[in-house]
């Protein structure tokens, strides 16, 4: 039985950080300033302060200028929108990220729909889901955008391919459809209602796990020489899991992410490339007359 090629996720995130990086470089060489880009984190939860932490230290690395905004857990909704509001007028803040889940006073998805959509480097607002859906540009959604990347940088055709999404929350599975279907996959979405969960997924040609449920998808979801993406990361008492059984689906597959290693390191690396778009985006626009200040 073949045994899969494994999606070097680590590689892939570091071509594209050193892109980003020449990008930034070449920026700064004709405007003068770096792109910026503003982290919100509300309150203290651990695990959102790693992933801030990283993700300045990322922007850090390729010259992208980091502000990393703190406000305590019980800062009032009127609070943290006046925060946004100030970034979005702050030329020298090409991206904004609000951290979530915010703490449960507030609305995360209100806050997040007060993102200038030009800046919103999540790719998470009404506007840029909106802008997505209709096939229009604009900022995409950075988890997403990494699996098309790892699919790109291993050569999988994408055109006319049979897809299955597993999972559709607006972070991962719906943004993801939309990006599958620009490029002409077939594609087909699976949730926690579908029936025959592993049939459906035997039928795919291209199978992303976006669920957190630890090694869902076995062997017999897999078809022989698919391309498996797993963005699942669920934290047993063994370390990292995906939503893919790795040993068993690894038997089958042709192509197929590690947990951890595969589509994690994409997450922030297309963050980095979203900054860089929108800084370029902005200066473009501030110099035609009329357009952006
Ligand atoms: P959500 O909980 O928002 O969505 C999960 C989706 O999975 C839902 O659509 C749900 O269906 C579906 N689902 C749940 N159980 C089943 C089941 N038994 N069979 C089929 N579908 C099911 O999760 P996210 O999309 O935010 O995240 C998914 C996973 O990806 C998590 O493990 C998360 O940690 C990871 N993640 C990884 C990232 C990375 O950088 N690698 C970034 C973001 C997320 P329904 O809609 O019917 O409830």
């Given at each position: 039985m073949s045994v899969a090629t494994i999606i070097d996720g680590k590689a892939v995130a570091a071509r594209v950080r050193g892109e980003v990086a020449a990008g930034v470089s070449a920026l700064v060489a004709e405007t003068g300033a770096p792109p910026g880009l503003a982290t919100v984190l509300v309150g203290e939860d651990p695990a959102s302060a790693i992933y801030i932490a990283n993700k300045q230290k990322a922007s850090a690395e390729v010259g992208i200028e980091g502000r990393d905004h703190r406000l305590a857990a019980d800062v009032s909704q009127d609070e943290v929108a006046e925060l946004l509001g100030s970034l979005n007028e702050d030329?020298?803040?090409?991206g904004i990220l609000l951290q979530l889940?915010?703490?449960?006073?507030?609305d995360g998805d209100a806050l997040t729909a007060l993102i200038d959509p030009g800046k919103d480097v999540d790719g998470l607002t009404p506007l840029s889901a909106g802008a997505l859906a209709q096939g229009r540009p604009g900022l995409r959604p950075c988890t997403p955008s990494g699996v098309i990347e790892l699919l790109d940088a291993y050569d999988v055709?994408?055109?006319?391919a049979e897809a299955v999404v597993v999972g559709r929350s607006l972070l991962v599975g719906r943004p993801l459809v939309f990006l599958l279907l620009e490029r002409n996959a077939t594609v087909t979405v699976c949730h926690s209602?579908?029936?025959?969960l592993p049939a459906v997924c035997a039928r795919a040609d291209v199978l992303v796990a976006a669920v957190?449920?630890?090694?869902?998808?076995?062997?017999?979801a897999v078809r022989p020489g698919a391309a498996v993406i797993d963005v699942g990361i669920n934290r047993l008492e063994d370390g990292l899991v995906g939503d893919v059984d790795f040993e068993a689906a690894s038997q089958r597959a042709g192509l197929i992410t590690p947990v951890?290693?595969?589509v994690g390191p994409m997450t922030i690396a297309c963050l980095l490339r979203n900054t860089l778009q929108a800084a370029r985006a902005a200066h473009a626009a501030a110099r035609v007359p009329g357009i952006g200040s």
């Open positions: 030329p020298a803040v090409s889940p915010v703490p449960a006073h507030l055709s994408l055109e006319g209602r579908t029936r025959e957190g449920s630890p090694r869902l998808l076995g062997a017999d951890p290693g595969g």
